[in-house]
DNA sequence: ACGCACCCCTGTGCGC
DNA sequence: TGCGCACAGGGGTGCG
């Protein structure tokens, strides 16, 4: 479920707990989740005091005085829960601070990973050395997103999922940026006019930050009641909303490509 | 190189 | 109440 925003509010609420704070338990509960747990996260984790904790795309980051980094990717199921008061079915991995504060990492469809990688490695770690920039940084803009998908025939919502050409969108925000953008999620990305791709960009960012500034302000003291991170409600203009009015009065529309559904309104988006 | 289909896994919600 | 199917926000691989 979670895409680049999802993940930023989780990664501020787990600031709190864990930001200069020492790990005295760390705990897989099962081997993997896509790939086997790193067979030294016990051993190198526990004991160290987290230093930091970061983004980059839809991967969390936890730093630790010992120079190393937990990268953490929630999949399409994963999520962080905070002082649970159990554990349940699905909780794979355990962290507890000094001050016993427990994180519990949950992934019922195991898609997500984890990976433990030292500082340095980090600008060379493969997953993100092949990644395209930042959507909210400022060398996404419209100039690169033409370059980039210069000659390209595509479909621009493919080009906008690949993470080498863009690093943290995913489906929501990609049809939803392409509906506030007025863009086909079938227009071909080599065949966008430079004009548009500014337009979209914008609506990238602002979809973006909005859903951050929901997050943030759903999560209560970055807790939230039920002690779990990393969701919040959002309406969303085209997402999910198949047979619905679009704003125009058109009716939203759902296709599915390799799988992944795509929503929007064929009468906004040209 | 490029575009696309499909797979990993479990849970949920729907129609019958 | 049960069963089978479609579908889910990600990413990697392998094919033509």
Request: proline content about 6%; charged content about 30%.
């Amino acid at each position: 479920m979670p895409e680049l925003p999802e993940v930023e509010t989780t990664v501020a609420g787990l600031r709190p707990a864990l930001e200069g704070k020492r790990l005295t338990r760390v705990e897989p509960r099962r081997p993997d989740l896509r790939r086997p747990f790193p067979p030294d996260l016990r051993q190198r984790m526990t004991g160290a005091r987290v230093t930091s904790l970061g983004r980059r795309a839809k991967y969390g980051l936890i730093e630790t005085d010992r120079g190393d980094v937990m990268i953490f990717h929630l999949g399409m199921s994963g999520r962080w829960r905070i002082d649970p008061t159990e554990l349940e079915k699905h909780d794979h991995l355990l962290l507890e601070t000094e001050e016993k504060r427990q994180l519990v990492l949950n992934d019922p469809r195991r898609f997500g990973s984890v990976d433990l990688i030292k500082l340095e490695e980090l600008e060379a770690f493969e997953t993100f050395s092949k990644m395209g920039p930042e959507p909210l940084g400022d060398s996404f803009n419209a100039a690169y997103l033409k370059q980039v998908t210069k000659g390209r025939k595509a479909p621009i919502k493919q080009l906008l999922l690949d993470q080498r050409n863009v690093a943290g969108l995913g489906n929501i925000y990609v049809c939803e940026a392409l509906h506030m953008a007025g863009i086909s999620p079938r227009r071909m990305g080599g065949q966008i006019s430079k004009a548009r791709y500014e337009k979209l960009v914008s609506a990238i960012k602002q979809v973006l930050e909005s859903a951050i500034a929901a997050g943030g302000s759903s999560l209560r003291d970055f807790v939230r009641p039920d002690g779990e991170l990393g969701y919040f409600a959002k309406d969303w203009l085209v997402y999910g909303r198949e047979g619905s009015p679009c704003h125009c009065g058109a009716i939203v529309k759902r296709r599915v490509d390799s799988g992944r559904s795509t929503f929007y309104c064929a009468k906004c988006q040209k």
